[in-house]
């Protein structure tokens, strides 16, 4: 069940729409789908047995028994895509939060990895709204 409830989650991850979050720690995919199978596995087995995966027919199916999906499942999935839909954002907009920084601090540095390191290493000269958005995106 662990394999079969892990491709479960990831369809689930993959297929609902995602809600924006406050600043914070974010969680990897990897880390998602981990809490997802433990927090809906169960429910995802028992209301949804049979389905076929992809096309979003799992998250159509608890959304459709959201009566019957326990209360861990409900929070986890909440939580889980506020965090991921976070840390998609901060990997969008990290250039254009972080360029005064990447100008000021690691000007003449070429290749996008390079500023990032550039950027990760100087974090103590780079603003805290720079230093966020890389730590959102999951490179600190």
Known sequence: ???GGFRL???VLASTACIATASGQTMSYADAVTK???DCGADIQKLCKGLNLGGGRIADCLQQNAAKVSPACKASVGDVFRSVDQREHAQTVYKEVCQRD???SCNGIKGDGFVLACLVKKESRVSKECNQ???DAGWR
Do not use: G, R
Request: aromatic share 0%; proline share 0%; net charge positive.
């Open 1 to 3: 069940m662990l394999k």
């Open 9 to 11: 989650v990831a369809i």
């Open 36 to 38: 997802l199978a433990a």
């Open 102 to 104: 990447m100008s000021k």
């Open 133 to 135: 958005v890389i730590t």
